[in-house]
């Protein structure tokens, strides 16, 4: 691998945690991962703009521009240009699968769909409904130093509840919400109004 292959992969490394999303998967990162830490998006996005200088001081030296002109160009994956949406077959074909955590229940329901039309949902999008619809409220862990979604005694009785989770990244904890089947089902049967901004 060349140094450009090198600083190519770790610009979409980075660029990729500054979007919140898994560097090595693509997947969105759970929610309170360190790598959703304001902190962290900030520096990220700084690299990822001194790599990109890297990248274009290397493509305009004279050695690197030759080497452009007989070198393959690798072409770049697409971007998903889906719109968020909800296939309403999901409804009827949503299987509960045990409790999990927000990303992978995700995944159970778009799973169930018969085409991929439709980009998912974010995870943010369906806790932030949930916290205004009283189930979780915004909290902060002093321990942890962290904000993360506190499941309230309404959200327990729908069978919500938090989870403190290890981060295998400087052994760092996170706490996680986890879906039981109830609030699997409720927000399956809702997510046209959360897709919508509306109350239940």
């Given at each position: ?21 898994d ?22 996005f ?6 990109q ?6 493509a ?19 971007r ?23 990303t ?30 009283g ?25 919500l ?9 400087g ?13 699997q ?16």
């Amino acid at each position: 691998m060349t140094q450009k292959d090198q600083i190519e992969t770790a610009l979409n490394h980075v660029i990729n945690i500054a979007m919140g999303l898994d560097p090595l998967t693509g997947e969105e990162t759970e929610e309170g991962s360190i790598l959703n830490r304001p902190e962290v998006i900030r520096t990220m996005f700084t690299v990822k703009e001194v790599l990109q200088e890297k990248l274009t001081f290397e493509a305009l030296s004279p050695r690197n521009t030759a080497l452009a002109k007989s070198s393959p160009i690798t072409p770049k994956k697409p971007r998903d240009t889906r719109e968020v949406g909800f296939p309403p077959e999901i409804v009827d074909n949503f299987k509960f699968k045990g409790k999990t955590t927000v990303t992978h229940f995700i995944k159970d329901m778009y799973a169930c769909a018969e085409t991929d039309e439709f980009k998912p949902v974010k995870a943010a999008t369906i806790l932030n409904w949930l916290v205004l619809e009283g189930y979780l409220e915004e909290a902060y862990d002093k321990e942890l130093e962290v904000n993360y979604k506190s499941v309230t005694e309404k959200g327990a009785e729908l069978g919500l509840s938090n989870r403190r989770v290890e981060s295998g990244l400087g052994g760092r904890s996170y706490i996680s919400v986890m879906f039981g089947k109830e609030a699997q089902l409720y927000v399956v049967n809702n997510m046209d109004k959360i897709l919508n901004g509306e109350a239940a």
